[in-house]
C-alpha cells in the first residue's frame, strides 16, 4: 500500500477550474494505477477518472469526460486531476486512490489505498 494525500480543493464558481493534487508516499507509485472518486452525502464514492502506471491509458466517468483530465507524474509521485468547466453538480469529496491492478479501474473494490479527500464546492 501507499499513503496519499489530497490537496487543490476549495470553493469556486460554476464554470471555472481546480486542479487536484494527490501526493503519495513510497518508491513504488509508479507500480500502481491511480484513480479519483468523489463523494456526496448519502450516495456511494463514484468513479471519476483513472490513469495507468505508464500514463498511456486514461478513463474518465461519463459525467466528466470532455471536462477533467487526469494525469500523473512518477518522478514526482503525483498525481493531479484537471477540472475545467466546473458544475454545481461537481460539488463533492474527491479521494485520491491507488490500485495495484491494470484493470477494472472503475471500481472501488480494486483499491487498495485511499486518501482522507479534499472537498470541491462549486457555486451556481
Known amino acids: 500500500q501507499v499513503q496519499l494525500a489530497e490537496s487543490g480543493g476549495g470553493l469556486v464558481q460554476a464554470g471555472g477550474s481546480l486542479r487536484l493534487s494527490c501526493a503519495a508516499s513510497?518508491?513504488?507509485?509508479?507500480?500502481?494505477?491511480m484513480g479519483w472518486f468523489r463523494q456526496v452525502p448519502g450516495k456511494e464514492r463514484a468513479f471519476v477518472a483513472a490513469?495507468?502506471?505508464?500514463?498511456?491509458?486514461?478513463y474518465y466517468g461519463d459525467s466528466v469526460k470532455g471536462r477533467f483530465t487526469i494525469s500523473r507524474d512518477n518522478a514526482k509521485n503525483t498525481v493531479y486531476l484537471q477540472m475545467n468547466s466546473l458544475k454545481p453538480e461537481d460539488t463533492a469529496v474527491y479521494y485520491c486512490?491507488?490500485?495495484?491492478?491494470?484493470?477494472?479501474?472503475?471500481?472501488?473494490?480494486?483499491?487498495?489505498?485511499w486518501g482522507q479527500g479534499t472537498q470541491v464546492t462549486v457555486s451556481s
Open positions: 513510497g518508491r513504488t507509485f509508479s507500480t500502481y494505477s
Open positions: 490513469i495507468s502506471r505508464n500514463t498511456i491509458s486514461t
Open positions: 486512490a491507488a490500485s495495484p491492478n491494470t484493470y477494472a479501474l472503475s471500481y472501488r473494490d480494486n483499491y487498495d489505498s
